[in-house]
């Protein structure tokens, strides 16, 4: 297929990056997991005993980190000045402070940038909350992918229940609805779906239903 850039955003939880993942396998495309960029900034600012609001502080450690993003067996892997951080960045205090740390505009602008490069010469599925309104405002393809809260804690759940052994829906349920109030109400870049974007509700819906829906979607663009 004809490269084209697909845009995949939506709140937490909704399955955007196993969504972008199987769609960026059956093109043969790249796929770019932008929260992870931001989870690997907050990891190393939580390294350095860091607070989210000591800004300049963040923001120098943003500037100087060397975030890469690397294809592999089970899903992208995450290196920080060449360490591995793929599990690190999505432990519960990455979670609890990431949102604090991508409200600062200066640490969205550095990693905007990256994200613009690895898109330059097409052929990327990346999923985020800012990637159709404000990353990529061109990409061919716009998705908005969504579900009810609820249905995103339970899928949540079900991911962390091993490593967070005394976890609760409800707290989840929290935890996500705070996330998702965090995004959409920064001034900068907040979560919002972009005009163009198609609003997929995959409440209702399985993995390969969703994915099967999108290169549809795909084939109608190309
Ligand atoms: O996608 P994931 O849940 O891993 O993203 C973690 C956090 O990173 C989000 O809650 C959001 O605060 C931030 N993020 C962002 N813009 C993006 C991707 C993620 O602000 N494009």
Redesign the pocket.
Known sequence: MEKINIAIDGP?GAG??TIARLVANELGFVYV????M??AVTWSILQLHLQPDQETDVIAVAKRLDIRLVPGQEGQQVFVDGRDVTADIRSAAVTGN??RV?QIAEVRRILTDKQKLLAQDKGVVM?????GSH?LPDAELKIFLTASVRTRAERRYKEVRDDRADVTLEQLEREIAL?DR??EERETSPLVQAADAILLDTTEMNISQVVERILELCRAKV
């Open positions: 937490a955007k990056s997991d932008t929260g992870a931001y989870r990431v949102s991508s999923d985020g909350r800012d990637i990353v996330r965090m995004d």
